[in-house]
């Protein structure tokens, strides 16, 4: 706790107490009212002391709100946890303090707070009249994290759209295709898909045709991964016939560049260089299409950020905000091992069951998957509402002879759900396997496989 005493310049006058913490080792109690909200544009951690007659900024938090600084008539004698004393007459006046989207002037005194950036006191929590709730917990609602709450980057919405807006403008760079001579184009017939995959299939095809991403061809020269890719850089007029591929709904050739072509990341990075070469390695480094901004403080990053930005909004180059982190110290994900984590391994302990005759499969959900294992081989069974779909087995190598019994049982698991892909892919299935070990499996540092 703080205690700090008002004087005069010549003589004590008041003694008015006021309360804060001030330690940066301690532990406080979760009741205690904390919060981290923005303060001048910046974010900062405050606790509301209400036995604190007046309100606190730390000195190394109060130099980054560009205020100029107030002397008072009075001074204030401000003990703290370490019992060590500190004087001060300065108060940073006019601050602005964002609470729930609402905008709040406070006056703050700047001392050493080891714990907190800010300390809200009575003389802000009775000027707007604040309650604090003891009797009540409240649930935290709060949505995602939004455009509009992160400074400087809310000025730019144009480079953060839901989804990309069509064909990028014509760029200096473009993605070509030069074929080797004397080579073959590659003719296959359609993979097997299975239902999910159809229907995800015929939704992607469909969104990329809308945007013009894609159009109809008459004739196909090779296959295609579907998934998004670098959809912001043309493919050269010529050369767009040579991405054609070929779906049971038809021909289509990309306009814009694709995924799992050899030299597309290396035509996207030169893109990247010419687009970002007056600020690389100055504040900016990229890889691909990550771009990290670095600065020394928040001032200068504030700069850096809007230069950055400036230059994708003029180069038409999107970002998905979602994926963005801005004003970013550091991060850390703590793995979590839950209710319903354990219950799905418990669920492998399950007896097996059979029936005699094989059925043809109806509609895709129900499926229960059956695998074993021995120093032989392995087998399993695939079924459905209690029938039998399928049967399948294979001898063990010798090599995989030496594996051990947990790897030889997930390698069940995984031949199993690799050869019957066509059926449980994009559906929910059950896996029973008789090897208890298996349900430690995240436990193990390194797998066999």
Known sequence: MEKSTRK???????????????????????????????????????LFDSGADRSFVSTTFGALLDVVPSTLDTSYAVELVDGRTSETNIVLRGCTLGLLGHPFNIDLMPVELGSFDVIIGMDWLAKYHALIVCDEKAEDKSEEKR????????????????????????????????????????????????????????????????????????????????????????VREEDIPKTAFRTRYGYYEFQVMLFGLTNAPAI???????????YLDRFMIMFIDDILIYSK???????????????????????????CEFWLSKKSMKFDWGEKTEAAFQLLQQNLCSAPILALPEGSDNFVVYCDA??????????????????TSRQLKVHKKNYTTHD???????????????????TKCVVFTDHKSLQHILDQIELNM
Not at 168 to 175: G, L, T
Not at 182 to 193: E, H, S, V
Not at 302 to 311: A, M, Q, Y
């Open 8 to 46: 005069s310049r010549e003589e004590v006058k008041e003694n008015p107490k006021a309360y804060a913490i001030g330690g940066g080792r301690t532990n406080y109690d979760s009741n205690v009212v904390t919060g981290t909200f923005l303060l001048n544009n910046c974010y900062a951690s405050m």
């Open 147 to 234: 455009l509009e709450d992160v400074p400087i980057v809310r000025e730019f919405p144009e480079v953060f759209p839901e989804n990309l807006p069509g064909l990028p403008p014509a760029r200096q760079v473009e993605f070509q295709i030069d074929l080797v001579s004397g080579a073959a184009p590659i003719a296959r017939a359609p993979y097997r898909l299975a239902p999910a995959e159809m229907q995800e299939l015929s939704t992607q095809l469909q969104e990329l045709s809308d945007r013009g991403f894609i159009r109809p061809r008459s004739r196909v020269y090779s296959k295609i991964d579907l998934r998004s890719g670098y959809h912001q850089l043309r």
């Open 268 to 278: 996207f990075m030169d893109l990247m260089n010419r687009v970002c070469k007056p």
């Open 297 to 323: 403080n928040r001032k200068e990053h504030e700069g850096h950020l809007k230069l950055v930005l400036k230059l994708l909004n003029e180069e038409e180059l999107y970002a998905k905000f979602l994926k």
């Open 374 to 391: 021995s120093h032989k081989g392995s087998g399993a069974v695939l079924m459905q509402k209690e029938k039998v779909i399928a049967y």
């Open 408 to 426: 030889l049982e997930l390698g069940a698991v995984v031949f199993a759900l690799k050869m019957w892909r066509h059926y449980l892919y994009g």
